[in-house]
C-alpha cells in the first residue's frame, strides 16, 4: 500500500489566519489526490480531488497544490465552519489509503 | 440528491460476522460510471477503505482484509451489503458507506452515507 503522512497532526489557528497542510505519499501518485474535511460524528466531506480541482459548492477559501508524492491543502482565511479534522487520500491505485489526519483547532 | 444510508447491528460478538446493509436513494446503484463502497474509522482515529464493488458485481479489496471481508450489491433493492467475517475488538469502528467513480482517476469519494457505530464486545 502507498503510505501517506500529514502533517502537522494538530495546528491552532485563529479565525482569519492562513492555513496550511501537508501530505506525503510514500512513492509517486501523480496528481490522484484528494482532501476531505471531517467535522465530529459526521461523514467526511470531499473538498479537493485531482490535486487542485475544487468540488462543487466548495468555498473558493480551499485550495490545493501539489503532484508527485508532495501536496498541500490551503485555507486562505480561516473561517468559524472550517475548525474541523482534514485528510488526505491517495487513488493512485484502486487500493486507496487516507493519511492520519490533521485537526485544525481554535487557537 | 444521492443519499446513502448504512443499516446493521451495533454490537457484534468476537469471533462472530458483522454485517451491514447500504441503501442508495436518489439515483440508481446500476449506474456503469460508479463503484460503491466502504470505510471505517475506529473511535478517535483515521479512516481505512475496505472494499468496493460495482454494480455489475467487480470488486476491489484491501489486501490485509480480503480473506475476512465478503461485498454484494443487490440492484433490485438499490443496495449493497459488508460482511467481515471473525471480528475482533479492533474491528470495533464506524463504518462508512460511499460512492466513488469507475476509473483510476475517479475513484475518490464524492457521496458518504452518515456512518455507523459497530462495536465488538462479549
Known amino acids: 500500500d502507498i503510505q501517506m503522512t500529514q502533517s502537522p497532526s494538530t495546528l491552532s489557528a485563529s479565525v482569519g489566519d492562513r492555513v496550511t497542510i501537508t501530505c506525503r505519499a510514500s512513492?509517486?501518485?501523480?496528481?490522484?489526490l484528494a482532501w476531505y474535511q471531517q467535522k465530529p460524528g459526521k461523514a467526511p466531506k470531499l473538498l479537493i480531488y485531482?490535486?487542485?480541482s475544487l468540488e462543487s459548492g466548495v468555498p473558493s477559501r480551499f485550495s490545493g497544490t501539489g503532484s508527485g508524492t508532495e501536496f498541500t491543502l490551503t485555507i486562505s482565511s480561516l473561517q468559524p465552519d472550517d475548525f474541523a479534522t482534514y485528510y488526505c487520500?491517495?487513488?493512485?491505485?484502486?487500493?486507496?489509503?487516507f493519511g492520519q489526519g490533521t485537526k485544525v483547532e481554535i487557537k | 440528491q444521492l443519499q446513502l444510508q448504512e443499516s446493521g447491528p451495533g454490537l457484534v460478538k468476537p469471533s462472530e460476522t458483522l454485517s451491514l446493509t447500504c441503501t442508495v436513494s436518489g439515483g440508481s446503484i446500476s449506474s456503469s460510471s460508479y463503484y460503491w463502497g466502504w470505510i471505517r474509522q475506529p473511535p478517535g482515529k483515521g479512516l481505512e477503505w475496505i472494499v468496493s464493488i460495482s454494480y455489475g458485481g467487480s470488486t476491489y479489496y484491501k489486501p490485509s482484509l480480503k480473506s475476512r471481508v465478503t461485498i454484494s450489491v443487490d440492484t433490485s433493492k438499490n443496495q449493497f451489503s459488508l460482511k467481515l467475517n471473525s471480528v475482533t475488538a479492533a474491528d470495533t469502528a464506524v463504518y462508512y458507506c460511499?460512492?466513488?467513480?469507475?476509473?483510476?482517476?475517479?475513484?475518490?469519494?464524492?457521496?458518504w452515507g452518515q456512518g455507523t457505530l459497530v462495536t465488538v464486545s462479549p
Open positions: 512513492q509517486s501518485i501523480s496528481s490522484w
Open positions: 460511499a460512492r466513488s467513480g469507475r476509473y483510476l482517476g475517479l475513484i475518490y469519494f464524492d457521496y
Open positions: 485531482k490535486a487542485s
Open positions: 487520500q491517495q487513488y493512485n491505485s484502486y487500493s486507496r489509503t
